[in-house]
C-alpha cells in the first residue's frame, strides 16, 4: 500500500483552530420549545406584534412538520426540548459603542482574527459580530449611513426600520418552506439586516461574524439583504464554534432580494465545529439560503467554502424571476473524518433569457461524505433560459465518498441545460511529480486541492481568499496569481 | 582535482522489482561530478523504471544493491530530500496539475530547494527575472508560464517545461528520461544547450535517450546500453553512433548469449 495515502490522510487531519470556549454570564432561557418561549423571545426583543404574531404562526406550521430525510446523511434524532432556544451574554443595556461592549467579547472576537475596533479592522470590511443568540456589535455603521446603505443587527432593523423588515421578511423563505425554516422563523433571534438603496455602490464589504459559544444552545439566526434598482453589495459570512462532544444545532434562513439591476454577491465561509475525529460532536448545520432576483437583469451570486460541521444541509438557490436575471452558484466542500455534508443548490427560472451558473467542489477524506444535490428547473416562460452546471469531486483516501444527485426539469424547449460531472482520486503522480521538485507532501497536497478549488477560490473577495486557503491548509501566494 | 573524483552517483548491484515481477536486474552505475552519462534501451527494458527508482517514486521494491547519492544511502531519502540534495528528474511524461499556476509552482520549488540550502526565500521581483531569462534561453513561450503546471501543453511543451524547470533548479544531478522524444530539432538543440550549460566540474547528467541525434548535441562521456533491466554494454559516444546502425536486437542476442 501506498505509504502516501496514510501521511496525506494525516496532513488533512488538522486540530480545529477555533474550538475554544469564552467564559463569560450568559442568560440562557429554559431549554424545549412552546408557545411561551417564542413569545418570550420576541418579547425579550421588544418586538411588534405582528412580528409576534409572525413567530407564532410558524411555530403551529413547524408542529405539523416532520424533519426531512431525504438528504444523504445520517445522524443521531435531534431532541428538539433539550435545546435552549435564547442565549445571550448578559449586558446591562444595548452597548452604543464599543466601550461598552464586555472586553471578554472583545477578546473573543479578537483570539478568532476578528477585531472589532474600526482602527484595528481590515479597511475595507464592516462587521456584525453575532455571539450565541444575539448581535453584539457593528462596526462603520456611520460611515456606511453616509451612503444611505444600513447594516445592522436583525432586532435593531425591527425596532429602527419595522416597515422595510415587515415588507421583506418571509418573501423569499416563507415561514412555511421547511422544517427548518420553519423552526427559525419561530425562534429566530438575531442575524444582520442590510438595505442598500437605488443605484448605490456600498462601499465596502459587509460581513458578519456569527459565534456559537454557549452550551445545549441552538443559533438561529436570520439575515435579510435587499439591494434596490442598480445597487450592488458583497457580503461575507464566517462562523465558528468551541468544542464539545454533543452536537449543536444551527439552523439559520437567508434572504437576499435584488431589484432591477442589482447584484448581490453573498460569500460564506462555513467553519463550524467539525466533531472529532472518531465523530464526537459537532455542529448540525441545517440552514435555508435563497435570492430572488426580482427585477431584469439582477444577479445573485453565492460562494460558499464549506469545511466545517458534523452534518451540513444547505442548498443556497436563486430563483429568477426578472428577465435576463444572473444565478451563480460556486461552492467548495470538504468533508473529512466522519463529516458529512449534503449540499448544492437550487435555480428556478422564470424569467426570459435567465442564466445560471453552477460549480461545485466536493473534496472527501477520511470518512467524509460527500453529496451534491442540484435541481435545475426552467419553467414554461423563461424563453431561451441558460444552465451551466459542473460538479467535480476529488476523493483522499479509500475510505471516503462522493455523490452527486442532479435533477433537472425543463419546461421550455428553448432552453439550454449542460450538466459535467467527475470524479477523481488525488493522483500519485502528481504528488510524486511535486515531491520531485522539492517540495514536501504536505505542500503538495495543499497545492493540489487548492487547485482544484482554484475556480471557486476566484471567486470569493480577496479577504476571504486568504482565509479560505488557510483552511484548507494552504498559503495565499497558492492559487491565486 | 581530487573533488572531480568523487563519484555522485554509485549504484551498486540494484535490483527492483514492480508487484514482485523483477524489472532491474541488477545494475552498476558509477557517475562522477562533472560527467555526462547517456543511457539507451529498447521499450521496456527498465530505463524509466531506474530513473522513477533514482527520485523516488513509490510502488518498486528494492529486492538487492544499494544506492550512494554523494556518499548517502540514497534509498532512504524522501523524493523532497533527494530533490533538495540536488537531485532532478525530467519526466519522460510530465504530470498536468490542473489549477496551479506554473509560475506559483516553480517559485514553491525553488524556494523549498532554497530553504534546504539554508538561503531565504527568492525576492518575487528577482524570481519573475530569473524565470523570464530562463525561458528565453529555453524557448518557453511566456504565457506558458501563466497557465496551470503542463495543463493543456503540447507534447513539446511539457518537455521544455521540464528543462525550463531544471534550468531554474540548477541540479547537481539531472537524469532525463526521453527529454528529446518528442522535440522539434530546433528544440533539441535548446535541450542539449541547456544540459551543456549546466556541465562543469559541479554537475553531473545522466540522459535517457533512444537517439543518437541528442548525443550529436550533447556528446557523452559514457554511453551504457540497458536491454533486460541489465546494462550489457558500456563504451564512449561511438557505441551509440554504432547502436544507431545496427539496432540493439543484433546486440541483443550477442549479449545476451554472454550472459546465459
Ligand atoms: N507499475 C508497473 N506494473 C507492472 N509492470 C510495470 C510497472 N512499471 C513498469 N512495468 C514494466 O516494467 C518494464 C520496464 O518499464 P520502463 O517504463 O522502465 O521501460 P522503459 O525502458 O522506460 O521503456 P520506454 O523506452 O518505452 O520508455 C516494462 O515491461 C513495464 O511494463
Ligand atoms: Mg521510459
Not at chain 1, 459603542?97 to 473573543?108: A, G, I, M, Y
Not at chain 1, 443605484?199 to 436570520?222: D, H, W
Not at chain 1, 433569457?353 to 419553467?379: C, D, E, F, W
Not at chain 1, 428553448?414 to 500519485?428: D, G, N, Y
Request: contains cysteine.
Amino acid at each position: 500500500m501506498p505509504t502516501s495515502t496514510a501521511k496525506i490522510e494525516e496532513i488533512v487531519s488538522r486540530e480545529y483552530q477555533h474550538g475554544f470556549y469564552t467564559p463569560i454570564e450568559e442568560e440562557t432561557v429554559p431549554a424545549g420549545l412552546n408557545e411561551d418561549i417564542v413569545r418570550l423571545i420576541s418579547a425579550k426583543k421588544n418586538e411588534p406584534q405582528w412580528l409576534t404574531e409572525w413567530r407564532l404562526k410558524a411555530y403551529r406550521h413547524w408542529l405539523t412538520m416532520r424533519e426531512p430525510t431525504w438528504q444523504n446523511v445520517r445522524y443521531q434524532p435531534i431532541d428538539y426540548d433539550a435545546i435552549h432556544y435564547y442565549s445571550a451574554p448578559k449586558m446591562k443595556k444595548q452597548p452604543k459603542s464599543l466601550d461598552e461592549v464586555d472586553p471578554e467579547l472583545l477578546r473573543t472576537y479578537e483570539k478568532l482574527g476578528i477585531p472589532l475596533r474600526e482602527q484595528e479592522l481590515l479597511a475595507g470590511v464592516a462587521v456584525d459580530a453575532v455571539f450565541d443568540s444575539v448581535s453584539v456589535a457593528t462596526t462603520f455603521k456611520e460611515k456606511l449611513a453616509e451612503h444611505g446603505v444600513i447594516f445592522c443587527s436583525f432586532s435593531e432593523a425591527v425596532q429602527n426600520y419595522p416597515e422595510l423588515v415587515r415588507r421583506y421578511l418571509g418573501t423569499v423563505v416563507p415561514y412555511s418552506d421547511n422544517f427548518f425554516a420553519a423552526l427559525n422563523s419561530a425562534v429566530f433571534s438575531d442575524g444582520s439586516f442590510c438595505f442598500v438603496p437605488k443605484g448605490v455602490r456600498c462601499p465596502m464589504e459587509l460581513s458578519t461574524y456569527f459565534r456559537i459559544n454557549a452550551a445545549k444552545t441552538g443559533q438561529f439566526e436570520r439575515t435579510l439583504i435587499v439591494a434596490e434598482e442598480g445597487a450592488y453589495v458583497s457580503y461575507l459570512e464566517g462562523c465558528t464554534a468551541p468544542m464539545r462532544d454533543e452536537n449543536q444545532l444551527h439552523a439559520a434562513v437567508v434572504e437576499l432580494i435584488a431589484l432591477e439591476g442589482a447584484e448581490i454577491k453573498y460569500s460564506t465561509v462555513q467553519n463550524w465545529y467539525p466533531g472529532d475525529k472518531e465523530g464526537r460532536g459537532g455542529i448540525y448545520n441545517f440552514v435555508t439560503k435563497r435570492g430572488i432576483c426580482l427585477g431584469r437583469r439582477s444577479k445573485i451570486s453565492w460562494t460558499q467554502v464549506e469545511t466545517g460541521s458534523a452534518i451540513t444541509w444547505k442548498y443556497p438557490s436563486v430563483i429568477l424571476r426578472g428577465d435576463e436575471s444572473v444565478g451563480e452558484f460556486y461552492s467548495v466542500a470538504l468533508t473529512n473524518h466522519y463529516q458529512q455534508a449534503d449540499t448544492g443548490t437550487k435555480m428556478i427560472h422564470l424569467g426570459r433569457g435567465t442564466r445560471s451558473t453552477i460549480l461545485s467542489k466536493a473534496i472527501s477524506a477520511g470518512h467524509g461524505q460527500n453529496s451534491y444535490r442540484g435541481l435545475v428547473k426552467v419553467m414554461r416562460g423563461a424563453e431561451r433560459a441558460r444552465n451551466y452546471t459542473q460538479c467535480d469531486s476529488l476523493l483522499i483516501g479509500d475510505r471516503c465518498g462522493a455523490h452527486t444527485f442532479p435533477y433537472m426539469e425543463v419546461r421550455n424547449s428553448s432552453a439550454i441545460v449542460e450538466h459535467e460531472a467527475t470524479t477523481s482520486k488525488i493522483s500519485e503522480e502528481q504528488l510524486f511529480y511535486c515531491q520531485s521538485r522539492g517540495i514536501s507532501l504536505e505542500d503538495a497536497v495543499s497545492m493540489i486541492v487548492s487547485g482544484f478549488c482554484r475556480q471557486v477560490f476566484q471567486e470569493l473577495p480577496m479577504e476571504f481568499a486568504v482565509e479560505a486557503h488557510k483552511l484548507m491548509g494552504v498559503s495565499l501566494e497558492g492559487a491565486i496569481g | 582535482m581530487t573533488m572531480a573524483k568523487q563519484p555522485i552517483l554509485e549504484i551498486r548491484n540494484l535490483h527492483v522489482s514492480v508487484n514482485h515481477t523483477p524489472i532491474l536486474r541488477g545494475i552498476d552505475l558509477v557517475i562522477h561530478h562533472g560527467e555526462v552519462h547517456a543511457i539507451m534501451g529498447p521499450n521496456g527494458s527498465g530505463k524509466s523504471t531506474l530513473c522513477y527508482v533514482l527520485a523516488g517514486r513509490e510502488g518498486y521494491t528494492i529486492t538487492e544493491g544499494q544506492v550512494l547519492y554523494d556518499g548517502k544511502n540514497l534509498l532512504a531519502m524522501s523524493p523532497e530530500e533527494r530533490a533538495q540534495a540536488g537531485l532532478f528528474l525530467a519526466f519522460q511524461y510530465p504530470v498536468e496539475i490542473p489549477g496551479v499556476g506554473n509560475m506559483y509552482f516553480l517559485r514553491t520549488a525553488l524556494n523549498a530547494i532554497r530553504k534546504h540550502r539554508g538561503l531565504e526565500p527568492i525576492d518575487a521581483m528577482d524570481f519573475l527575472q530569473l524565470v523570464r531569462e530562463k525561458a528565453k534561453l529555453v524557448g518557453i513561450d511566456e504565457r506558458l508560464l501563466k497557465r496551470s503546471v503542463n495543463e493543456g501543453f503540447s507534447g513539446g511543451e511539457k518537455k521544455r517545461n521540464e528543462v525550463l524547470q531544471m534550468a531554474i533548479l540548477e541540479p547537481t544531478l539531472a537524469i532525463l528520461d526521453e527529454t528529446d522524444s518528442g522535440l522539434d530539432i530546433d528544440a533539441l538543440r535548446i535541450v542539449a544547450d541547456g544540459v551543456n550549460a549546466l556541465r562543469n566540474d559541479q554537475h553531473a547528467v545522466l540522459a535517457i535517450t533512444h537517439y543518437q541525434r541528442l548525443l550529436e548535441y550533447l556528446v557523452p562521456d559514457y554511453v551504457h546500453v540497458l536491454i533486460g533491466g541489465q546494462i550489457v554494454c558500456s563504451g564512449g559516444p561511438e557505441l551509440a553512433a554504432e547502436l544507431e546502425r545496427r539496432g540493439y536486437a543484433e546486440l541483443g542476442s550477442q549479449v545476451t548469449a554472454v550472459v546465459q
